[in-house]
Structures are given as C-alpha cells and as structure tokens.
C-alpha cells in the first residue's frame, strides 16, 4: 500500500498563491503517476494535474494551465502543486493520489490521500 499525506492548505485572497505538498510512504517504488484532484461540495472529484514519476511528464486541466505547476522531489518522495492566481472558484478540497499504471480516468488511481482544504475569498 502507499500512504499519502497533504499539506499547505489554507485560506488566501483571489490572485494569490498557495503550494500544496503530497508525501507518500510505503510502497512508493509501484508509484508510475501522482495526480491532484479536486472535489468542491456536491460536485465530483476532478482532475488537476498529472506528473509520470520517472520521466517528469506532466498534464493539466484547462482551467489551471498557466497558472498551477506540478513538481516532484523523488528523493523525498514528495509532490507538489504550486497554485498561483488563485480564484474564488478554487475553494475546493484538493487530494493527490497515486497510481501504478499510467491511465487517464480519475478510477485508474489506486491511493488517495485525505485532502485539504483551500479556501479563496474575492
């Protein structure tokens, strides 16, 4: 199993920044993708943004492009999500998650972590 713990949460006004951090323990050497996602109340989960562990390739939502960038230190086993001209819609709960393929659906991820929350006030 991989176990995942976020951090860097908070509350920030619109048009700032937050960086958000994932690390994972365990069986990280299974791990071949981390992903954020994001889940607002009454809404499903939705994709963020995507990085291949090894290889560093990386993917993202329309809504953040330009604006978020998704990092990893494979030394620490740490992701990261450095989240810049933050919007009022952002006010979500962000998770990151892991899987040990390489698949493109949100069901393809095997661990989650337990998510935190990031408010944006206008």
């Known amino acids: 199993q991989v176990q995942l713990v976020e951090s860097g949460g908070g509350s920030v006004q619109a048009g700032g920044s937050l960086r958000l951090s994932c690390v994972a323990s365990?069986?990280?050497?299974?791990?071949?993708?981390m992903g954020w996602f994001r889940q607002a109340p009454g809404k499903e989960r939705e994709f963020v943004a995507v990085?291949?562990?090894?290889?560093?390739?990386?993917d993202y939502a329309d809504f953040v492009k330009g604006r978020f960038l998704i990092s990893r230190d494979s030394a620490k086993n740490t992701l990261y999500l450095q989240m810049n001209s933050l919007k009022p819609e952002g006010t979500t709960v962000y998770y990151c998650?892991?899987?040990?393929?390489?698949?493109?659906?949100?069901?393809?991820?095997?661990?989650w972590g337990q998510g935190t929350q990031v408010t944006v006030s206008s």
């Open positions: 365990g069986r990280t050497f299974s791990i071949s993708r």
């Open positions: 990085i291949n562990w090894s290889a560093g390739f990386v």
């Open positions: 998650a892991t899987q040990s393929g390489y698949g493109g659906s949100r069901r393809d991820y095997d661990y």
